[in-house]
Structures are given as C-alpha cells and as structure tokens.
C-alpha cells in the first residue's frame, strides 16, 4: 500500500533520473564525460515503479538503459556520475561503462553488453536464492529487442520450469535501435510471448508509475507463491532520444510527429498531474523538488570530476576470478 510520502519520493526519483541523464546528455556533448550516453529520458517510470518497494536484500539486473534501478536501489548519485566519468569508485573501479555496473551489496548484478545475454545471469540469480532458500526476488530489466534472442526464450522457459522467483520486466520503447519491433515481431504484445512458457504475462503503461508498480507488486506475490511462479511484464514506453548520443533524436526510422505524440504522454508530468489534483503535491513542492535535484546532480559532477582515475597498474586486476589452491 503506497501513502502520501512514498508517492512523493517516487515522484522524485523520477526527476533525479531525468535530471542526471539530461545532464548526462549535455556534458557528454561538451565533451567533458567519455561515456556514450543511452540515455532513458521518458521511461522513467518503469525503473523507479519497479525498483521502489523492494526490500534491500531483492536482486536487479539494469538493462542497458534503466538508469533509475541504480538509484533506487541505493547508489548515490554521485558514485553513479563517477563511474562515467571513468573513475575510481567501488562499483568497477572506472572500468565499465555505466550501463553494466554491479554491486552485489545492494542487491545490483552486473550485465553485459551483449543484448539478451543478462537475462540469463538473472535466472541464475533467481536459482541461487531459491537453491539457498532465502526469500529473495529477482527483478530483470531488458529491452523489447532482447525479446527477440534465444537468450530471453531459453531464460524464460527455464525459469518457468523450475519455478523460479523472479519478475521480468520489458521495456518495450518499441525500437532495437533503428529497427521498430513491428518489423521484427509479428506479435502485437510482447506479453503474449508468456503464454508459451506457461506463465503469465502482463501488459501496462509503461509511462503510468502506479501501473508498473502495482504490476510489478503482484508478480511479486506470485514469485513468493508455493509454488513460486515468475511473471512476464510488458511496460509499453517510448525514449524520447536516439539509441544513443550517436543516434540523432529524429534518426530516420522514427516521425518527428511519433516522437511529438509520445512526449506528450510524459511520465514525469502525467504523475505530477495526479499528484497536483490529488492535493499531494503543490507548486512550491514541485519547485523545491527541481532545485534540490538539480543541486544533488550538480554535486555529484563536482565529485565525478574531482576523483582520481584508477591506477594504470590495477588494469589488468579483476579481469579474470583468483586462481583457486586445490
Ligand atoms: C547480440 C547483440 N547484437 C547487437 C548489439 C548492438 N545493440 C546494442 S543495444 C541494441 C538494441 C537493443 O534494443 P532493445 O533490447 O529494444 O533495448 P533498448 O536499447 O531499446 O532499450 C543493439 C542492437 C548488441 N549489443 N548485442
Ligand atoms: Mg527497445
């Protein structure tokens, strides 16, 4: 059950994540951050509605463009700037783009860069927690293209068959870069592909928080089930700019009248809509909420700036697992 206060906070962690990847967007241009942005501007819901509400102990797998996990899941902002800015920070020593971070102590596990591939890292997870027997639930973000790799079809069927608690979450902005899933899927909804795996599958705005959370709040329960069941959730969204900064926000395979339509269905102002006419938030919250998020991003460029870059000498460090003493 949500109150008044987590709304607010969800509300927020929607505009940190907006603000950290427009600043992102804008320091990369200016040349000053080495990172190629793929930025998530206009799916912010899915990543905080799904985050927000896990308990620490719960696992994610980002996909490459859900920025918002990384936050709600505890990692301050400024650890987050740092790491794209190729510094030393505990989450990969300046070695790994920030798309593919882990930190096993909040419950984050690192993906790769391979498109499908960390969906089956996640089932991994998923069959740890429940080969230990603790109560953990693991949450896998991926894009409507990894939809596609037999990577997400052989995952999903194995966790379906063992009965694995995790919830799968698609982020269908309806492009693989330039390619539109209407001409790489014949299926309207990426959510009926659950049916062929036995599981159930669930489609909702993806631009509507309270939508995804309680979305992803049932598939919990049903992943906490006897016997655990995962569950497929489609969140329908669009990005609002390229697939990446080398990307032009109108590239060619899009309309500039699509994009238009698309930034009108806005998460951001649709919540703060509900929550001005619902008396939760007032003009001077929302001002108050801008500033204070604009000053925290601002810092953590401060800080991304000011730390050391990593050792050359550490390059070759945790590249391969220690030899184990047999
Ligand atoms: C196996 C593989 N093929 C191609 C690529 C290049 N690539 C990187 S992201 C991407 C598109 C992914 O689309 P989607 O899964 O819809 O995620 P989105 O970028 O839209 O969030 C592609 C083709 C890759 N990284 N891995
Ligand atoms: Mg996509």
Redesign the pocket.
Known sequence: MLHKDDLIKMYRWMVLTRTFELTMNDLYQHGRVPELQ?CSVGQEAIGVGACYGLRPEDVVMP???TRAAFLVKGVPSKILMAAAFAKETKLCGGKNTSHHLGDLSLGIIAGT?????SIPLAVGAALACKLKKTDQITVCF??????N?GNFHESVNLAAVLSLPIVFVC???Q???GTS?KRSMLVDNIADRAASYGIPGVMVNGNDIIAVYDAVQNAIQKAKGVPPQPTLIECKTY?WYG?SQRDPVDGRYRTKEEIETWKLRCPIKHFREYLKRAGILSEEAIRETDNETRLEIEEAVRFAEETPYPEPGRVLDDNYAPVLEV
Do not use: K, P, W
């Not at 991926?142 to 939809?147: I, M, N």
């Open positions: 793929h996909s490459l463009r860069g391979i498109v499908g591939g991926f894009g409507d293209g990894a939809t790799t982020e269908n902005n492009y693989a870069m899933a990005r697939h």
